[in-house]
């Protein structure tokens, strides 16, 4: 059983729901001078009418606790108004209470603002809504399945299409199950798109975004072929975003089929460029004039509130060359590169295999040695991780480099990885170029290397760097620039995104963060 209903003892059960099982009663205390009893199935209407004054106590947060403790993963709670009693602040505390040393289960508390009958409507509409969850869920796994199944990395621009075929045909589709639910949609050229359900003026706005970034590494499926593995289901985007994205579209079909009333128009406004530059909602907004919703959410982050999120800053740092070099690894700004390999001298062969054990070793990378014609590949194997978290992963280009900068080279290639090593190596926080920033609001700076090419006689480290709240890109920029001095690298083509941060104790915040709980 999967989820509880609780009601104190003014909510009156039915005989479907008392036989469902997944209905509690938390009775209120009856109370006339001394004597006592409890609102239950023993109490005696008539021994009680005997009575000519009396006084209810509401049930103690210890008894809402008690009820908790039932094993499911979703409660819901009714209570007497307010006004009324006490039922909704003991249930608050004990929800409270409960969450801090059960963290996995969600108790959403309401008050009824009614009594009796309306908290058995509340409730009934509570079990028809997991009905239709219950009933909806296969149907949610392969829209999910459909949409994730779609290759929608960026690729070179095509006719109609500004961010290539993969990321247009998994709008279209995003949008194409939209209006077969019944909501109204609009493709805005490829960029983006909308779906409305209502057609209220004031808009609830539910952003998401349908491509994805590139894979690599080593797959439990192949992740364009979603699969149910062990009851989880695998596929690249299936968290980010194109599963959370579906799971909210659902819930606007059930609420749909349900007729509940509803105070603001839905509105999914979804992106095709997300994961690299946000063209995407550029385009929606500010060249389409699509007016911003009054409020809006996002699932593609943590509940109940972010308050402060760093800013996202990306740039390369390049230097000419005038050997031929083959040296290449990562996908993408965002990602710590899993793959990164290198052309080398076969005369190499005999030093590169007495290190490899080692290298391994130092840099927890896997390395492979492979004959080229009369050359040789090293090839660098580490784990993928998303840029704002890269000690999460192992970054295979900081593995190649290293090896790199322990062979008797004497060429640019050495050169280069001696230029890497002293300057970014395995730190994570940007302290070789100066930049190891921090605040008590969101920590430290992070640094990722997410590619590394050589183009047009240049080579070209790509990275990525998640700045703390309290700093501007500009000042990130102006100490590499600083740091780069006489290196033999420069700085190019920065792309920033600054920080948003609004203070934890303002009205705003706190007044979301009331709301949520009340709510919620």
Known sequence: MSYKIILDSCGELTEEMALSGHFTNVPLTLEVGEYR???????????FLNAVASTTACPSPEQFMKAYDCGCSRIYVFTLSEQLSGSYNSAMLAKKLYEEINPYVKIYVFNSRSASAGETIEAAKVMDFEKQIKADRESLIQDIIKLVSINSVEAAPEAGMPFGAGPAKALDCFLEIANSMGLTVENFDNYAGH?????????????GHVDVVPCSGNWICD?????????????????????????????????????????????????????????????????????????????????????????????????DITEELVLSGGNAFNAVADHASVLLPE????????????????????????????SLRLTAEGVAAHAAHPSTGINAISGLMKAVSELPLQNELSRIAAFYMKYIGFDLTGKGLGIDLSDEISGKLSFNVGKVEVQDYKVIFSIDNRVPVTYRCMQVQELIQKHLSGSGFRFENPNATESIHIPKDSFLVQALLESYRTVV
């Open 347 to 374: 005369e190499m062969e005999a030093v590169i295999r007495k290190n490899l054990l080692s290298w391994e070793t130092q840099t927890n990378c896997h390395f492979r040695l492979d004959r080229m014609d009369s």
């Open 223 to 319: 992740p364009f072929k979603p699969e149910i593995i062990d009851g989880k289901l695998y596929g690249r985007g299936v968290l980010d975003d194109k599963g959370p994205l579906l799971a909210c579209l659902h819930a606007v079909k059930i609420l749909k089929a349900m007729e509940l009333p509803l105070q603001k128009r839905i509105r999914f406004i979804v992106g095709a460029n997300e994961e690299t530059d946000w063209k995407c909602m550029d385009y929606y907004f500010n060249q389409k004039k699509i007016p911003a919703p009054q409020m809006s959410f996002t699932p593609d982050a943590v509940f109940p509130l972010i308050y402060a999120e760093k800013g996202v800053f990306q740039y390369q740092l390049v230097t």
């Open 37 to 47: 009893v409890v609102d239950d199935e023993t109490f005696n209407q008539a021994a």
């Open 195 to 207: 779906a409305d359900y209502g057609e209220q003026d004031e808009i609830l706005g539910i952003l």
